[in-house]
């Protein structure tokens, strides 16, 4: 079944240190997103990518890089300037109907 | 810019009373989608409906209705005969212009929870 993978679904990363997210899809979706979900704030959009090669920043950019060298893949690593990292990070794809997320990865600074 | 207000922050209700999420919209683009979305414990988001500027038409899926009105910028959902397996985090997102690619601006979500 066509659809998107995020790994891993828990990840604990010591302060100082950059950790790399890993989004997957095989929807053949030319756009892919990613989301930061704090409580009580919804998702905010950190980087999307329309295209291979290309890609923009969100609202909250800022302590996270992204890559898209390939269509099916779309990894977030969050470095060690992102001051609260502690968060549930999604991954979604689009096409012309709409949306796909992934299930998700809970990330912890410890 | 574009800006998604869910003002319930959490609701509570037993089983079988009907509940309505709210959602209020900003925008200043004339074309847009507006979306509901689920999320349940296990944290994916479930596509629940998507709706166009240019249809105001009401929708009824089941137990789920969607009122929209663009007069009062508002995009309502709710729950008849509300169940223990609806509980869950509930978003309103909305998308402006007219092609399928671009970021979803969501709400900050409402928390139902839907007691037996």
């Known amino acids: 079944d066509g659809g998107i993978t995020q790994s891993p679904k828990y990840l604990f990363r010591k302060e100082g240190q950059n950790v790399t997210l890993s989004c997957e899809q095989n929807?053949?979706?030319?756009?892919m997103y990613w989301y930061r979900q704090d409580p009580g704030q919804g998702l905010r959009l950190i980087y999307y990518?329309?295209?291979?090669?290309?890609?923009q920043k969100g609202d909250i950019a800022e302590g996270y890089s992204v890559s898209r060298e390939k269509k099916e893949s779309f990894p977030l690593t969050v470095t060690s300037a992102q001051k609260n990292p502690t968060a549930f990070y999604l991954c979604?794809?689009?096409?012309?109907?709409?949306?796909?997320f992934g299930s998700g990865t809970r990330l912890t600074v410890v | 810019a574009q800006k998604v207000t869910q003002a319930q922050t959490e609701i509570s209700v037993v089983e079988k009373e009907d509940v309505t999420l709210d959602c209020v919209y900003e925008?200043?683009?004339?074309?847009?989608?507006l979306f509901w979305y689920k999320q349940p414990p296990s944290g994916e988001l479930v596509f629940l409906i998507r709706?166009?500027?240019?249809?105001?038409q009401n929708e009824i899926s089941g137990r789920y209705s969607w009122n929209f009105q663009k007069s009062t910028s508002s995009f309502n959902f709710t729950i008849t005969a509300s169940q223990v397996v609806d509980s869950a985090v509930y978003f309103c997102?909305?998308?402006?212009?007219?092609?399928?690619?671009?970021?979803?601006?969501f709400g900050q979500g409402t928390i139902l929870t839907v007691h037996p």
């Open positions: 990518s329309q295209i291979v090669n290309d890609f």
């Open positions: 979604a794809s689009s096409i012309v109907g709409g949306y796909t």
């Open positions: 929807l053949n979706h030319d756009a």
């Open positions: 925008t200043r683009d004339t074309t847009y989608y």
């Open positions: 709706r166009n500027s240019f249809d105001e």
């Open positions: 997102a909305l998308k402006t212009g007219g092609t399928s690619y671009g970021k979803l601006t």
